[in-house]
């Protein structure tokens, strides 16, 4: 899986990319992640990568060239399928489900905006993709195309430790996790519940799903409407419901 990714502020990728699971992944091969500055695709003397907009008004606008010559040169480089991403608030909300198709991919350019936009030509006839990490405005979507590339990464195969952690966590069910606990089993007055400490694994199942429903229909009921629910389930949260 390889990330490229056009900044103007390369030492922020690598400085997030260089550490911790992502850095590991690297180290491993599964995952290549590439900052490519866009000021290298400049030809003027002072690598310009930012202009007035046409029109007038207030800020800057990123320049097209540079950032049709380096996706070019990047898609050259490696033939075959690309997806070109541009970070942006304007985008399409990023979510699981969007790592998930994500994640099936080999090749993934992202482009990050700074200023106040992008020469709106790079949307129409280079992107195809364009997302934004929530209703918050970044000052550039540096930080954001590291989201995207930590949520994709980590659902690629081999490159978190234990396999099964990907899979019976919060979302990919469709609902949120419940409590974990370690050792310690007693801390001053604060205990583990009894049932964790059983053995039995019948109970343990059972008490980890309620708990999931639980915290769902407390901090994320809309999860609820989307979740793959079973009829136990359903009958866990009218009893949950009624408990008020
Ligand atoms: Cl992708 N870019 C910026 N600048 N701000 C954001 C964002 C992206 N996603 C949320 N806020």
Redesign the pocket.
């Known amino acids: 899986m390889i990330f490229e990714i056009l900044t103007t502020f390369p030492g922020i990728i690598e400085a997030v990319a260089g550490e911790s699971i992502i850095r590991r992944a690297r180290d491993k091969g599964l995952v290549e992640v590439e900052a490519v500055n866009l000021r290298d695709f400049t030809s003027d003397k002072h690598k310009t990568t930012d202009d007035s907009p046409f029109g007038g008004g207030p800020g800057m606008v990123m320049k097209l060239e540079p950032v049709f010559d380096a996706v070019d040169t990047l898609i050259s480089r490696r033939p075959g399928k690309v997806r070109v991403a541009l ?3 304007q ?1 399409e909300r990023f979510d699981q489900a969007k790592a998930e198709q994500l994640a099936r991919e080999n090749h993934i350019i992202m482009i990050c ?1 700074r200023y106040e936009g992008v020469d709106e030509r790079i949307r129409r006839h280079l992107v195809t993709d364009e ?11 540096e930080l ?1 195309a590291m989201v995207v590339v930590d949520a994709v990464a980590r659902l690629v195969p081999g490159v978190l430790g234990d396999e099964s952690s990907a899979e019976s966590e919060s979302f990919s069910s469709g609902l949120l996790e419940y409590p974990q606990y370690t050792r310690p089993a007693q801390y001053r007055e604060y205990s583990v519940p009894e049932v964790l400490v059983s053995g039995n694994h019948k109970e343990i199942e059972k008490w980890r799903r309620e708990h999931s429903l639980r915290r769902t229909l407390e901090r994320r009921p809309d999860l609820l409407n989307s979740a793959p629910l079973t009829e136990e389930d359903r009958r866990t949260l009218v009893r949950i419901r009624k408990e008020e």
Do not use: K, R
């Open positions: 970070m942006t608030p985008g905006g997302m934004s990490i929530g209703d918050y405005v970044l000052t550039g979507g954001a």
